[in-house]
């Protein structure tokens, strides 16, 4: 019996030390610190804020999809890749979002627009005080921008992208020139006005209106 008791006072105690080191170890791998690294528009203090739910995590199990899953998908964070310095240390490398434009919406709501034309959250930045603006929706846009792209329209010679609840757009260039599209096939039209933008005959004008089919009318 005495043997007995003495045997089992003795796995207590084994077993209260094997947990007791077990939770040594894993608070030494709590994260405690995040450093961050690359970003330009976004500010350290705001990422701190946004990836502060890491806080207490355990280093070891970690992986930068699982993170990225827990940002909001309209925020400037394209993609992270992060760095395990042990034990307790996250530095995570931010890659942000490029807009390409603003959008307003018909709630005259304020977005950025992605390269792949993804709603991004919308802010007063320097670096995209110029950018082209959409007065439309993210659907119809994305179409006209991607049929723009195919025949190598300089999207960059654009002010304003103008959508109609007739489904057709109005696009204002920089140098005030506007063209009017017709609904369908407005690809033909896109890549005449290309053909004859340059020219001196057509300098003095406008409107390019492509709206009747087999017709441009200048103004």
């Keep these: 019996m005495k043997n007995r008791l003495i ?3 003795s796995l207590l105690i084994l077993f209260s030390t094997f947990i007791s080191q077990k939770k040594i170890t894993i608070n030494k791998f709590k994260i405690e610190e995040i450093k961050i690294e690359n970003n330009n528009i976004l500010e350290d203090r705001e990422l ?24 909001d998908q309209k925020s400037f964070i394209e993609k992270i890749e992060i760095k395990k310095i ?8 931010v890659f ?4 390409i434009a603003i959008l307003i ?11 792949k034309i993804d709603l991004i959250q919308y802010r007063k930045i320097p670096k995209y005080e110029n950018l082209p603006i959409v007065e439309g929706e993210q659907k119809n846009f ?35 020139k ?7 096939n407005y690809t033909d039209s896109l890549i005449s006005f290309m053909s004859i933008k340059e020219k001196t005959n057509f300098e003095k004008y406008k409107i390019f209106d492509y709206r009747v089919n087999n017709q441009l009318i200048l103004k």
């Design 86 to 93: 042990f034990p307790n240390k996250l530095v995570i490398k």
């Design 48 to 71: 701190i804020k946004a990836f502060s739910f890491l806080y207490n995590k355990n280093i070891i199990f970690l992986n930068s999809y699982k993170i990225k899953n827990e940002i």
């Design 178 to 184: 506007i063209l009017k599209l017709p609904v369908e």
């Design 105 to 115: 919406d018909k709630k005259k709501n304020k977005f950025y627009l992605g390269k």
């Design 142 to 176: 994305k179409t006209l921008f991607e049929n723009l792209i195919k025949i190598n329209f300089p999207t960059e010679q654009i002010q304003i992208y103008r959508h109609f609840k007739i489904n057709r757009w109005d696009i204002e260039m920089k140098n005030k």
């Design 7 to 9: 045997l089992g006072i």
């Design 96 to 99: 942000e979002k490029e807009a």
